[in-house]
T-cell receptor, first 117, second 113 residues
Framework: NAGVTQTPKFQVLKTGQSMTLQCAQDMNHNSMYWYRQDPGMGLRLIYYSASEGTTDKGEVPNGYNVSRLNKREFSLRLESAAPSQTSVYFC????????????????FGPGTRLLVL | SQQGEEDPQALSIQEGENATMNCSYKTSINNLQWYRQNSGRGLVHLILIRSNEREKHSGRLRVTLDTSKKSSSLLITASRAADTASYFCATDAVMNAGNMLTFGGGTRLMVKP
């Protein structure tokens, strides 16, 4: 199993350009998440999808949109990139609602490094 | 604001020593998790401790949870150079919808050979 995969690995954008970050998981997880991580800091939740067909805002959703394309794929779109969106973006997935220990664990992709000039 | 705050922000020790990292949080939780992040990589889950548990072990890792003080600690015994990484606590707060986790700012651990 590949786990959680993200594309691209690196991207440089100019202010105002748009782009979509792709994420896919092959673990049949219900929930998927997008985080951003700024230098020296922890992760902040941008959007999440508790199940196929639903999406909800996290802590820092402004400037982003998401699409839960199917159970496997969850994309993050920047419509008009700004320098403040320079960050490392992580996608994660997990099972939700299971009572067994460890089911709430989140599994992370390798990240996308985005630089907005 | 972040739910979890780690202390210290950075820790440097010699190989073979023990490393202790602390995490404090603000609201009631279902569970608390510790993750590790190697430089330039994604996070990897280390251990989960539930709100009704006080201590948990996994290999060289020992986690404690004190819900009355809203704090947790991660102890890595007999550290190795390969343990060099950032360590994050993450809380699954009772008030959160779904399986949302709130991450702290992390402790950067350096283990010198």
């Amino acid at each position: 199993n590949a786990g959680v995969t993200q594309t691209p690995k690196f991207q440089v954008l100019k202010t105002g350009q748009s782009m979509t970050l792709q994420c896919a998981q092959d673990m049949n997880h219900n929930s998927m998440y997008w985080y951003r991580q700024d230098p020296g800091m922890g992760l902040r939740l941008i959007y999440y999808s508790a199940s196929e067909g639903t999406t909800d805002k996290g802590e820092v959703p402004n400037g982003y949109n998401v699409s839960r394309l199917n159970k496997r794929e969850f994309s993050l779109r920047l419509e008009s990139a700004a320098p403040s969106q320079t960050s490392v973006y992580f996608c994660a997935s997990s099972e939700v609602g299971a009572s067994r220990e460890g089911q709430e664990t989140q599994y992370f992709g390798p990240g996308t490094r985005l630089l907005v000039l | 604001s972040q739910q979890g705050e780690e202390d210290p922000q950075a820790l440097s020790i010699q190989e073979g020593e023990n490393a202790t990292m602390n995490c404090s949080y603000k609201t009631s939780i279902n569970n608390l998790q510790w993750y590790r992040q190697n430089s330039g990589r994604g996070l990897v889950h280390l251990i989960l401790i539930r709100s009704n548990e006080r201590e948990k072990h996994s290999g060289r890792l020992r986690v404690t949870l004190d819900t009355s003080k809203k704090s947790s600690s991660l102890l890595i015994t007999a550290s190795r150079a390969a343990d060099t990484a950032s360590y994050f606590c993450a809380t699954d707060a009772v008030m959160n919808a779904g399986n949302m986790l709130t991450f702290g700012g992390g402790t950067r651990l350096m283990v010198k050979p």
